[in-house]
């Protein structure tokens, strides 16, 4: 529905009465979305993750994330017993020692 609107207000020369946020008129106009878009989208999750990262820095980062036990997976909303991984969780530590 909202692309027919903004194709409507594009076709008709008139301004878009709707709001959009950085990342997805990044991606409209076909620019390259980065990591600091992401602050416009959701302002609380950049926050988390750059202190994350900031974590990272640190002498004894793996020690810091594994204490984190984080777990990159999707939960399905209707089966609840049935979740995917993401990521192989060995790679984020490994990755995480690198730093």
Not at 35 to 49: C, G, V
Not at 79 to 92: F, M, V
Request: hydrophobic letters at 45%; one cysteine or more; a negative charge.
């Amino acid at each position: 529905m909202y692309c027919r609107v903004i194709g409507l207000c594009l076709l008709q020369n008139e301004t878009c009465p709707l709001f959009l946020c950085r990342p997805i008129i990044k991606y409209i106009l076909g620019r390259e979305i980065r990591w600091h878009d992401l602050a416009f989208y959701d302002a609380a999750m950049f926050e988390n993750l750059r202190g994350l990262l900031a974590d990272t820095e640190v002498k004894d980062a793996g020690q810091i994330l594994g204490a984190l036990e984080l777990t990159f997976t999707i939960n399905d909303e209707v089966r609840t017993d049935l979740s995917t991984s993401l990521i192989d969780l060995s790679l984020l530590v490994s990755l995480a020692c690198d730093v």
